[in-house]
């Protein structure tokens, strides 16, 4: 049985603007970093050369590459930086023509970097290949990363991490689990709780979700409070704030849905803006799950203790079967891998906490992945703004949508997750790469650019 895939995996506490672009590489660096070390060439190192292949090639600058690099090298980490320090590491090494590995200062220049957008490594297309100099320009260190989506990152070499026990109730799709809730005759959630409090003891798990689900609302909050400009030239206004401003003047029952949208935005547009953000499953589509829990406690009187608990907990368990299933890397799957993800890990969640069957919750998740099938990405400029910050918020809607259509039955269903998933997975292999966060491909090469 492979390694679970916990909650807190899938959701991190990290900086917009891309799992993928930004968390992955700075979790990367920081490995080689700490490789470098550990081999004993710090003292020797006199430079460091990368080179972004693929999508991260494409797109890096605009996904905010280079700043994480430079500053996952220095050791900082997605949890522990300042996002607003992170912005500025790419400048910072340009003008004072220096960065570090770890505490070692060494020499910098723009040509350590090679963008390499039309080259993909077999392994997968997120990929960056890093190389330690000595002062004669030997190659002391090299390894190659891959940055899968959600912020995780694998190797080619042996990645050194704990060996993680098995747990009670691993499943490995949506039917497995299904079979195990009822022979157990317990919840989604429950089965879920059960995995994790296995793994991590009632006092991290607690602890953890309860920061996790603290993150998603403040993001919630600091975007909808939040005016001005995104970073990048596209100069695309925030609007979160003045969606809430109008949002207020009319009774809040008339307009839980258009809140829902504006939830998803603030968030989306923090993530741009390159602030603190839950990865969930991956930044891009970060607005979704906290815009559908926080959407339940404001409209649907669900108590807090609840969505961060049990919600999380059943979007976690959903989440999983993609990461193992299909992707949720848009570099592999488009969108649909991302957005899609996300809005069928919410809906789910939604489903479990408004007392839907361990049926009905299936079903919730596979009507919203379903219509999600084919969803490509471009972005626009290679920014996460557009389509991405609108999407999020039309994911969110179409999350409920899916809630209310299967609690409208009984959860018997056609069409199962599983399938869904695995459709979803070929429909990622078919796609074209231009359409997988390279931005040569749709929206990215037909939006006139100013
Ligand atoms: S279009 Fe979708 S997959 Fe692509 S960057 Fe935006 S949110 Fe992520």
Redesign the pocket.
């Known amino acids: 049985m492979p390694d679970y895939i916990s909650a807190l995996d899938l959701f991190t506490i990290g900086i917009g603007p891309?799992s993928s672009h930004t968390v992955g590489p700075m979790r990367a660096a920081l490995l080689f970093a700490e490789e470098i070390h550990a081999k004993g060439h710090l003292p020797n190192t006199h430079s460091v050369s990368v080179t972004l292949y693929g999508s991260l090639g494409a797109t890096g600058p605009g996904h905010g590459t280079t700043n994480a690099i430079v500053s996952g090298l220095a050791g900082s980490t997605p949890e522990g930086c300042d996002p607003n320090q992170v912005l500025v590491a790419w400048n910072n090494a340009i003008e004072s023509k220096t960065w570090h590995v770890l505490n070692h200062q060494i020499r910098f220049s723009e040509s350590d970097f090679s963008f390499q957008p039309l080259m993909r490594l077999e392994k997968h297309s997120n990929a960056m290949k890093f190389r330690a100099h000595a002062a004669n320009n030997d190659v002391l260190l090299e390894q190659v990363y891959y940055s899968v989506g959600g912020g995780f990152v694998e190797a080619d070499h042996e990645i050194i991490r704990p060996q993680r026990p098995e747990v009670p109730n691993s499943f490995i799709n949506a039917e497995h689990l299904l079979d195990i809730c009822e022979r157990e005759e317990k919840t989604i959630a429950q089965i879920a709780h059960e995995n994790e409090l296995f793994l991590h003891g009632e006092l991290l798990l607690t602890t953890k979700l309860e920061a996790i689900w603290s993150a998603m609302e403040n993001c919630i909050e600091h975007g909808l409070n939040s005016k001005g400009v995104l970073p990048g030239y596209l100069q695309v206004t925030r609007r979160a704030a003045d969606m809430a401003e109008r949002l207020a003047k009319f009774d809040q029952n008339e307009v839980s849905n258009e809140w829902l949208q504006a939830y998803a935005i603030a968030v989306n547009e923090q993530n741009a803006a390159g602030m603190r953000v839950v990865t969930a499953p991956?930044?891009?589509?970060a607005g979704i799950i906290p815009a559908v829990g926080y959407y339940a406690m404001k409209f649907k009187g669900v108590a807090r203790e609840v969505i961060q608990r049990d919600y999380l907990l059943v979007c976690a368990a959903i989440g999983s079967l993609y990461k193992r299933n299909a992707s949720i890397s848009?570099a592999e799957a488009?969108?649909q891998?991302?957005?899609g993800s996300a809005c069928s890990m919410a809906a789910a969640g939604l489903a479990a906490v408004l007392g839907g069957t361990n049926q009905q919750i299936e079903n919730a998740a596979e009507i919203a992945m379903e219509h999600n099938l084919g969803?490509?990405?471009?972005?626009v400029g290679g920014f996460?703004q557009m389509?991405?910050i609108e999407?999020?918020a039309i994911a969110a809607g179409t999350a409920v949508s899916a809630v209310r259509l299967a609690m409208l039955g009984d959860g018997s269903h056609k069409i199962s997750l599983d399938t869904v998933i695995e459709t979803m997975r070929q429909t990622g292999v078919d796609m074209s790469s231009k359409y997988k966060?390279t931005s040569l491909g749709g929206l990215a090469v037909n939006v006139v650019e100013c």
């Open positions: 891309s991956t930044n891009g589509a848009g488009g969108c891998g991302e957005v969803l490509t990405c471009d972005p996460v389509p991405c999407r999020n966060e």
